[in-house]
Protein backbone atom coordinates (compact mmCIF):
# COMPACT_ATOMS: atom_id res chain seq x y z
CA UNK A 1 0.00 0.00 0.00
CA UNK A 2 1.56 3.30 -1.16
CA UNK A 3 2.31 6.08 1.96
CA UNK A 4 1.82 9.54 0.84
CA UNK A 5 4.00 11.75 3.67
CA UNK A 6 5.48 14.64 2.03
CA UNK A 7 1.86 14.97 0.33
CA UNK A 8 0.12 14.90 3.32
CA UNK A 9 2.06 16.70 5.56
CA UNK A 10 1.67 19.34 2.99
CA UNK A 11 -1.49 20.13 3.40
CA UNK A 12 -3.28 23.10 5.13
CA UNK A 13 -6.07 22.78 7.31
CA UNK A 14 -9.44 22.93 6.08
CA UNK A 15 -12.69 23.51 7.31
CA UNK A 16 -16.17 23.95 6.43
CA UNK A 17 -16.54 27.16 7.40
CA UNK A 18 -13.53 27.93 4.93
CA UNK A 19 -14.19 31.38 2.66
CA UNK A 20 -12.15 30.81 0.37
CA UNK A 21 -10.73 26.96 -0.42
CA UNK A 22 -6.75 26.81 -0.23
CA UNK A 23 -6.83 24.69 -3.44
CA UNK A 24 -10.18 24.13 -5.78
CA UNK A 25 -10.93 20.45 -7.13
CA UNK A 26 -9.43 20.97 -10.59
CA UNK A 27 -6.10 22.06 -8.96
CA UNK A 28 -5.81 19.60 -6.08
CA UNK A 29 -6.82 17.21 -9.05
CA UNK A 30 -3.51 18.20 -11.14
CA UNK A 31 -1.24 17.89 -7.97
CA UNK A 32 -1.86 14.84 -6.97
CA UNK A 33 -2.01 13.02 -10.22
CA UNK A 34 1.37 12.56 -10.80
CA UNK A 35 1.78 11.65 -7.47
CA UNK A 36 -0.37 8.63 -6.80
CA UNK A 37 0.36 5.53 -7.66
CA UNK A 38 -1.40 3.46 -10.44
CA UNK A 39 -3.40 1.57 -8.53
CA UNK A 40 -4.91 4.27 -6.40
CA UNK A 41 -5.11 6.82 -9.45
CA UNK A 42 -8.13 4.34 -10.38
CA UNK A 43 -9.46 4.74 -6.96
CA UNK A 44 -9.47 8.31 -6.61
CA UNK A 45 -10.78 8.07 -10.61
CA UNK A 46 -14.25 7.22 -9.07
CA UNK A 47 -14.75 10.39 -7.67
CA UNK A 48 -13.86 12.25 -10.46
CA UNK A 49 -16.13 10.49 -12.69
CA UNK A 50 -19.47 12.44 -11.27
CA UNK A 51 -18.28 15.29 -13.35
CA UNK A 52 -18.22 13.23 -16.13
CA UNK A 53 -21.69 12.13 -15.45
CA UNK A 54 -22.67 16.00 -15.69
CA UNK A 55 -21.03 16.27 -18.79
CA UNK A 56 -22.45 13.19 -20.08
CA UNK A 57 -25.64 14.00 -19.40
CA UNK A 58 -25.12 17.39 -21.36
CA UNK A 59 -23.58 16.65 -24.44
CA UNK A 60 -26.37 13.41 -24.75
CA UNK A 61 -29.42 16.29 -24.48
CA UNK A 62 -27.21 18.73 -26.80
CA UNK A 63 -27.78 20.96 -24.11
CA UNK A 64 -26.09 24.48 -25.20
CA UNK A 65 -24.71 27.36 -23.63
CA UNK A 66 -23.44 24.60 -20.78
CA UNK A 67 -19.60 24.96 -19.93
CA UNK A 68 -17.74 21.16 -20.25
CA UNK A 69 -16.64 20.55 -16.48
CA UNK A 70 -12.98 19.66 -16.95
CA UNK A 71 -12.96 18.28 -13.61
CA UNK A 72 -13.90 14.91 -14.92
CA UNK A 73 -12.12 12.46 -16.17
CA UNK A 74 -12.62 12.04 -20.27
CA UNK A 75 -11.86 15.46 -22.21
CA UNK A 76 -14.42 16.92 -24.12
CA UNK A 77 -13.59 15.12 -27.20
CA UNK A 78 -13.16 11.65 -25.86
CA UNK A 79 -16.12 12.07 -24.23
CA UNK A 80 -18.07 12.76 -27.75
CA UNK A 81 -15.99 9.74 -29.34
CA UNK A 82 -17.02 7.01 -26.80
CA UNK A 83 -20.83 8.23 -27.95
CA UNK A 84 -20.30 8.26 -31.43
CA UNK A 85 -18.67 4.83 -31.24
CA UNK A 86 -21.33 3.68 -28.66
CA UNK A 87 -24.38 4.98 -30.91
CA UNK A 88 -22.73 3.43 -34.12
CA UNK A 89 -20.58 0.53 -33.28
CA UNK A 90 -21.99 -0.39 -29.57
CA UNK A 91 -18.70 -0.98 -27.87
CA UNK A 92 -15.60 1.19 -27.46
CA UNK A 93 -11.64 -0.03 -27.81
CA UNK A 94 -10.50 -1.83 -25.12
CA UNK A 95 -7.76 0.74 -24.65
CA UNK A 96 -10.44 3.60 -23.58
CA UNK A 97 -10.87 2.39 -20.17
CA UNK A 98 -14.52 3.40 -20.21
CA UNK A 99 -16.48 2.27 -16.57
CA UNK A 100 -19.39 -0.50 -17.55
CA UNK A 101 -22.03 1.67 -15.97
CA UNK A 102 -21.36 4.62 -18.56
CA UNK A 103 -21.36 2.16 -21.73
CA UNK A 104 -24.76 0.90 -19.84
CA UNK A 105 -26.08 4.08 -19.64
CA UNK A 106 -25.47 5.27 -23.40
CA UNK A 107 -26.84 2.01 -24.46
CA UNK A 108 -30.25 2.96 -22.80
CA UNK A 109 -29.89 6.09 -23.69
CA UNK A 110 -29.10 5.84 -27.69
CA UNK A 111 -31.90 2.75 -27.64
CA UNK A 112 -34.98 5.24 -26.31
CA UNK A 113 -34.41 8.34 -27.75
CA UNK A 114 -33.09 8.32 -32.16
CA UNK A 115 -32.98 12.01 -32.14
CA UNK A 116 -31.22 13.42 -29.42
CA UNK A 117 -32.84 16.64 -29.57
CA UNK A 118 -35.82 15.04 -28.75
CA UNK A 119 -34.57 13.98 -25.34
CA UNK A 120 -36.61 14.95 -22.84
CA UNK A 121 -34.50 16.22 -19.91
CA UNK A 122 -35.94 15.29 -16.88
CA UNK A 123 -35.19 13.30 -13.33
CA UNK A 124 -35.75 9.91 -14.66
CA UNK A 125 -32.64 9.77 -16.49
CA UNK A 126 -30.16 11.53 -13.78
CA UNK A 127 -31.74 9.07 -11.49
CA UNK A 128 -31.24 6.14 -14.03
CA UNK A 129 -27.20 7.26 -14.53
CA UNK A 130 -27.05 7.96 -10.41
CA UNK A 131 -28.00 4.48 -10.23
CA UNK A 132 -25.72 2.73 -12.21
CA UNK A 133 -22.76 5.12 -11.25
CA UNK A 134 -23.23 4.09 -7.83
CA UNK A 135 -23.54 0.56 -8.05
CA UNK A 136 -20.65 0.41 -9.88
CA UNK A 137 -18.72 2.44 -7.45
CA UNK A 138 -19.81 0.49 -4.07
CA UNK A 139 -17.93 -1.96 -5.80
CA UNK A 140 -14.55 -0.23 -6.23
CA UNK A 141 -11.79 -2.36 -4.22
CA UNK A 142 -10.75 -0.02 -1.53
CA UNK A 143 -13.41 -0.13 1.54
CA UNK A 144 -12.96 3.06 2.37
CA UNK A 145 -14.39 4.92 -0.80
CA UNK A 146 -16.97 2.11 -1.49
CA UNK A 147 -18.14 2.82 2.28
CA UNK A 148 -18.25 6.46 1.22
CA UNK A 149 -20.33 5.61 -1.89
CA UNK A 150 -22.86 3.27 0.03
CA UNK A 151 -23.21 6.46 2.82
CA UNK A 152 -24.04 8.68 0.54
CA UNK A 153 -26.68 6.57 -1.56
CA UNK A 154 -28.34 5.74 1.57
CA UNK A 155 -28.49 9.44 2.92
CA UNK A 156 -29.75 10.40 -0.60
CA UNK A 157 -32.22 8.01 -0.67
CA UNK A 158 -33.68 9.01 2.85
CA UNK A 159 -33.54 12.19 2.01
CA UNK A 160 -35.60 11.27 -1.15
CA UNK A 161 -38.26 9.13 0.65
CA UNK A 162 -38.99 11.85 3.15
CA UNK A 163 -39.67 14.22 0.36
CA UNK A 164 -42.16 11.80 -1.60
CA UNK A 165 -43.42 11.02 1.93
CA UNK A 166 -44.25 14.77 2.91
CA UNK A 167 -45.36 15.91 -0.71
CA UNK A 168 -47.46 12.96 -1.33
CA UNK A 169 -45.14 11.61 -4.34
CA UNK A 170 -44.85 7.99 -4.81
CA UNK A 171 -41.28 6.88 -3.70
CA UNK A 172 -40.70 3.78 -5.54
CA UNK A 173 -39.10 5.51 -8.93
CA UNK A 174 -37.07 8.06 -7.22
CA UNK A 175 -34.92 5.55 -5.00
CA UNK A 176 -32.01 4.64 -7.00
CA UNK A 177 -29.90 2.10 -6.72
CA UNK A 178 -30.77 -1.62 -5.39
CA UNK A 179 -28.33 -2.19 -1.69
CA UNK A 180 -30.79 -3.20 0.96
CA UNK A 181 -31.54 -0.24 2.06
CA UNK A 182 -32.73 1.49 -0.97
CA UNK A 183 -35.08 -1.71 -1.15
CA UNK A 184 -36.41 -1.56 2.40
CA UNK A 185 -37.08 2.23 1.65
CA UNK A 186 -39.27 1.21 -2.09
CA UNK A 187 -41.08 -1.00 0.17
CA UNK A 188 -41.57 0.41 3.84
CA UNK A 189 -44.58 3.06 4.75
CA UNK A 190 -42.88 3.03 8.19
CA UNK A 191 -41.72 5.87 9.89
CA UNK A 192 -38.52 4.68 9.62
CA UNK A 193 -39.07 2.74 6.93
CA UNK A 194 -37.84 -0.43 8.70
CA UNK A 195 -34.13 0.97 8.62
CA UNK A 196 -33.62 1.79 12.38
CA UNK A 197 -31.02 -1.35 12.79
CA UNK A 198 -29.60 -1.05 9.04
CA UNK A 199 -28.40 2.35 9.06
CA UNK A 200 -25.98 4.20 12.03
CA UNK A 201 -26.80 7.48 10.72
CA UNK A 202 -31.41 7.31 10.83
CA UNK A 203 -31.74 9.26 14.02
CA UNK A 204 -29.48 12.55 12.48
CA UNK A 205 -30.76 12.16 9.06
CA UNK A 206 -34.51 12.04 10.24
CA UNK A 207 -33.63 15.01 12.39
CA UNK A 208 -31.97 16.76 9.63
CA UNK A 209 -34.75 15.52 7.18
CA UNK A 210 -37.20 17.91 9.60
CA UNK A 211 -35.03 21.35 9.18
CA UNK A 212 -37.60 23.96 6.86
CA UNK A 213 -34.78 25.97 5.91
CA UNK A 214 -33.28 24.07 2.68
CA UNK A 215 -29.74 25.43 3.24
CA UNK A 216 -28.94 24.76 6.97
CA UNK A 217 -30.37 21.16 6.37
CA UNK A 218 -28.16 20.81 3.79
CA UNK A 219 -25.39 21.92 5.70
CA UNK A 220 -26.17 19.68 8.59
CA UNK A 221 -26.05 16.46 5.96
CA UNK A 222 -22.28 17.85 5.08
CA UNK A 223 -20.87 18.30 8.99
CA UNK A 224 -22.24 14.40 9.27
CA UNK A 225 -20.05 13.77 6.61
CA UNK A 226 -17.15 16.03 6.91
CA UNK A 227 -17.24 13.87 10.94
CA UNK A 228 -17.49 10.34 9.04
CA UNK A 229 -14.16 11.15 6.84
CA UNK A 230 -12.49 12.36 10.24
CA UNK A 231 -13.40 8.79 11.84
CA UNK A 232 -12.34 7.25 9.03
CA UNK A 233 -9.15 8.24 8.35
CA UNK A 234 -7.88 8.86 12.07
CA UNK A 235 -5.88 5.96 11.51
CA UNK A 236 -4.86 6.02 7.90
CA UNK A 237 -2.87 9.44 7.92
CA UNK A 238 -0.70 8.71 5.13
CA UNK A 239 -2.72 6.38 2.92
CA UNK A 240 -4.82 6.94 -0.10
CA UNK A 241 -7.47 7.24 2.34
CA UNK A 242 -6.61 10.56 3.99
CA UNK A 243 -5.63 12.23 0.44
CA UNK A 244 -9.50 10.93 -0.67
CA UNK A 245 -10.58 12.52 2.55
CA UNK A 246 -8.84 15.87 1.82
CA UNK A 247 -10.06 16.05 -1.67
CA UNK A 248 -13.67 15.37 -0.39
CA UNK A 249 -13.73 18.12 1.59
CA UNK A 250 -12.30 20.51 -0.98
CA UNK A 251 -15.32 19.81 -2.52
CA UNK A 252 -17.70 20.14 -0.14
CA UNK A 253 -15.92 23.81 0.78
CA UNK A 254 -15.84 24.49 -3.14
CA UNK A 255 -19.92 24.08 -3.64
CA UNK A 256 -20.91 26.19 -0.23
CA UNK A 257 -18.82 28.97 -2.04
CA UNK A 258 -21.15 28.33 -5.04
CA UNK A 259 -24.58 27.86 -3.33
CA UNK A 260 -27.12 30.26 -3.32
CA UNK A 261 -30.11 30.19 -0.99
CA UNK A 262 -32.79 31.55 -3.21
CA UNK A 263 -31.74 29.84 -6.33
CA UNK A 264 -31.63 26.37 -3.94
CA UNK A 265 -35.19 26.73 -3.42
CA UNK A 266 -36.52 27.07 -6.42
CA UNK A 267 -34.81 24.17 -7.62
CA UNK A 268 -36.33 22.04 -5.33
CA UNK A 269 -39.60 23.42 -5.87
CA UNK A 270 -38.81 23.06 -9.63
CA UNK A 271 -38.10 19.03 -8.68
CA UNK A 272 -40.68 18.40 -6.39
CA UNK A 273 -43.14 20.05 -9.21
CA UNK A 274 -40.95 17.34 -12.18
CA UNK A 275 -41.45 14.53 -9.79
CA UNK A 276 -45.38 14.98 -9.11
CA UNK A 277 -46.19 15.59 -12.98
CA UNK A 278 -44.38 12.48 -13.66
CA UNK A 279 -46.13 9.72 -11.37
CA UNK A 280 -49.21 11.63 -12.46
CA UNK A 281 -48.55 10.45 -15.81
CA UNK A 282 -47.63 7.28 -14.66
CA UNK A 283 -50.84 6.89 -12.94
CA UNK A 284 -52.82 7.77 -15.93
CA UNK A 285 -50.63 5.40 -17.91
CA UNK A 286 -51.40 2.34 -15.69
CA UNK A 287 -55.24 3.60 -15.56
CA UNK A 288 -55.16 3.52 -19.78
CA UNK A 289 -53.44 0.37 -19.67
CA UNK A 290 -55.89 -1.46 -17.37
CA UNK A 291 -59.32 -0.42 -18.39
Not at 163 to 174: F, Q, S
Not at 264 to 291: C, D, I, P, Q, Y
Request: glycine share 4%; proline share 2%; aromatic share 12%.
Amino acid sequence: MSKYYYLVSGLPAISLEDARPVYTVADFKTEIDPVLSAWDRQIVRWFFLKYDNRNLLAHLRNVSGMSFDERGVFPEATLKDICGLMKTEDHVPADVPVPGYFQTFIREYYARFEDLSAAESHVMWEDRLSSLYYNEAMKCRNKFMSSWFGMNLDINNIMTAVNCRNHGIDKEDYIIGNNEIAEQLRSSNARDFNIGNTFDYLTEIMQISEEKDLRLRERRIDVLRWNWLEEQTLSRFFDIESVIAYLLRLEMIERWLTLDKVSGEKTFRKLVHTMKNESSESLAKFKENNK
